[in-house]
């Protein structure tokens, strides 16, 4: 479908499986790059978090034979000016899941594509950021309690997985689903078909 | 998790992911009947017809030992004032997503519930329906033509599935997504924890 090998700078296994879920074929390779994040407002700070994994991959991949497509990509949620990340420990995911339930709050994903059409010319880049806005239903302590025990919050920002259990609770989205999920494909594909990478 | 047997009366795929994906145990009894609308308006229709196949299958259940809990869904697309069902053939599903692309449309579900506490008491009920807006970004036709071909559209309301490859071509949504994929779980656990069915 590409004349890219379509690399993913991300271990997200829900970001494989968008990926996969649209037709593509790619490999894996996780940055393991330390964060490092110099903004503060939401939307910088996916679209600068997503460019240093794809930058890091990208350095490798590059080193190698053929013609890469590197996406990095990083999710964050944002409830009342506070950024929640994945839970420290189950705790951590009682608390945030408190103050999510029954409000409002927004999921910013940023993505970054990297690739270069020949080794003589300089690599080309895409950034971009999408927000959703996601509706909760209110939640009882106990059901906070029995969702935090699934295991499910774990490894998610903001300690839910809309994709997951946690359905039973939403009341309904504004935006893209797969944004919240954790990769925007419907805008990634739109980007990548503009580019001419598909 | 809960007292009742619960019992779904519909042969989709993925309103019996959906339902396993917020943890309820079930089992699953499609109904046959022949479908007969009296309504025009679409969210009547759909709560008419998720009303018929919960009747037809709590009609067989109740004559069986225990207590059951049935739940019927029905899911319709609509677009300007044009109801779409499933595509007849190929040709009407890229009719439909000719229709749809680059534009927003609606989906209705309509979700019946019927249980019986005890034997000497009348059957309980309750009915609602879910509209979601869907926004498509322009396809080509093409792309139309590649969609059709995977043959994903063709068991699908509106022909698509948005669980699906079309991912790619969804520019958002407003509501619940699950309603989209066939089924608000959401607000379906709401109703069944507020009636004391769980």
């Excluded at 037709?23 to 939401?42: H, I, M, N, Q, Y």
């Excluded at 940023?110 to 950021?129: C, H, K, M, N």
Aim: aromatic fraction near 8%; hydrophobic fraction near 40%.
């Amino acid at each position: 479908m590409s004349a890219y090998q379509i690399v993913l700078a991300s271990a997200s296994p829900r970001r494989r499986e968008l990926l996969s879920q649209i037709g593509l074929t790619f490999c894996v390779r996780p940055s393991k790059k330390e964060e490092r994040v110099e903004s503060a407002r939401p939307e910088k700070i996916v679209q600068e978090l997503s460019a240093q994994k794809a930058e890091d991959i990208f350095a490798q991949v590059s080193q190698e034979a053929g013609r890469h497509l590197v996406i990095g990509a990083d999710t964050i949620v944002v409830y009342d000016g506070q950024i929640m990340g994945k839970p420290k420990d189950e705790e951590d995911a009682c608390r945030m899941l408190f103050l999510l339930q029954g409000k409002s709050h927004q999921v910013y994903t940023g993505v970054t594509g990297i690739w270069q059409e020949d080794s003589a010319l300089p690599p080309e880049r895409f950034t971009f950021y999408e927000c959703t806005d996601v509706s909760f239903f209110p939640m009882s302590d106990a059901e906070i309690a029995a969702y935090v025990a699934t295991g499910e919050p774990m490894d998610k920002a903001g300690a839910y997985g809309i994709q997951g259990r946690c359905a039973a609770h939403i009341a309904g989205i504004r935006g893209d689903y797969n944004n919240v999920v954790g990769l925007p494909v419907g805008r990634l594909y739109q980007q990548l078909r503009e580019k001419g990478l598909l």
